[in-house]
T-cell receptor, first 114, second 114 residues
Framework: ETGVTQTPRHLVMGMTNKKSLKCEQHLGHNAMYWYKQSAKKPLELMFV???????ENNSVPSRFSPECPNSSHLFLHLHTLQPEDSALYLCASSQEGTTNEKLFFGSGTQLSVL | SQQGEEDPQALSIQEGENATMNCSYK?????LQWYRQNSGRGLVHLIL???NEREKHSGRLRVTLDTSKKSSSLLITASRAADTASYFCATDDNHAGSNYQLIWGAGTKLIIKP
């Protein structure tokens, strides 16, 4: 157990559906992240929240909408996705949100868009 | 932007043998991290090595860093079946504008044969 919990573990959705991914960390960290992992590609950082404020948005399409109601919870709302959005979505947290510290990852949500 | 590159892309060895994976990067760094990912799961942090360090150990893991060659290696000694996983390196980029973005390689897939 890494202290970061993601739900659901698997999700299949049609292109017109709306769904949400949930992430919760029990580590008292101040920063939370959403990453996208596609086959044979490096991890892609999508969003960073530090002390509940969004500090990074790596040109992610608006069909992905993050929400961070407090430092322990992070959501990724999905709407009108495309088949190429099928991937493993990973949530992570770190103490201070800098690149000088290690990340703690959840187990991910394997998303399939039909 | 910079991208870490792991080498080889895939490695298959017998249980008990040593496994060596390499990571190269392109710009100057403050630190480099290694992570392990079991199939379809989240990443687990292994070791962080700073730019002023040359070698670091953790159990059966040994990481070296050569900043003159912009490369790092991860050695797993006396491999076990449980070491079967993908291994990723990640670097910060102290020239980048972001304090939050690690630069990830595409990973080395390690298979330990019993």
């Amino acid at each position: 157990e890494t202290g970061v919990t993601q739900t659901p573990r698997h999700l299949v959705m049609g292109m017109t559906n709306k769904k949400s991914l949930k992430c919760e960390q029990h580590l008292g960290h101040n920063a939370m992240y959403w990453y996208k992992q596609s086959a044979k590609k490096p991890l892609e950082l999508m969003f960073v929240y530090n002390f509940k404020e969004q500090t990074e948005n790596n040109s992610v399409p608006s069909r992905f909408s993050p929400e961070c109601p407090n430092s322990s919870h992070l959501f990724l709302h999905l709407h009108t996705l495309q088949p190429e959005d099928s991937a493993l979505y990973l949530c992570a947290s770190s103490q201070e949100g800098t690149t000088n510290e290690k990340l703690f990852f959840g187990s991910g949500t394997q998303l399939s868009v039909l | 932007s910079q991208q870490g590159e792991e080498d080889p892309q895939a490695l298959s060895i017998q249980e008990g043998e040593n496994a060596t994976m390499n990571c190269s990067y392109k710009t100057s760094i403050n630190n480099l991290q290694w992570y392990r990912q079991n199939s379809g799961r989240g990443l687990v942090h292994l070791i962080l090595i700073r730019s002023n360090e040359r070698e670091k150990h953790s159990g059966r893991l040994r990481v070296t860093l050569d900043t003159s060659k912009k490369s790092s290696s991860l050695l797993i000694t006396a491999s076990r079946a449980a070491d079967t996983a993908s291994y990723f390196c990640a670097t910060d980029d102290n020239h980048a504008g972001s304090n939050y973005q690690l630069i990830w390689g595409a990973g080395t897939k390690l298979i330990i044969k019993p």
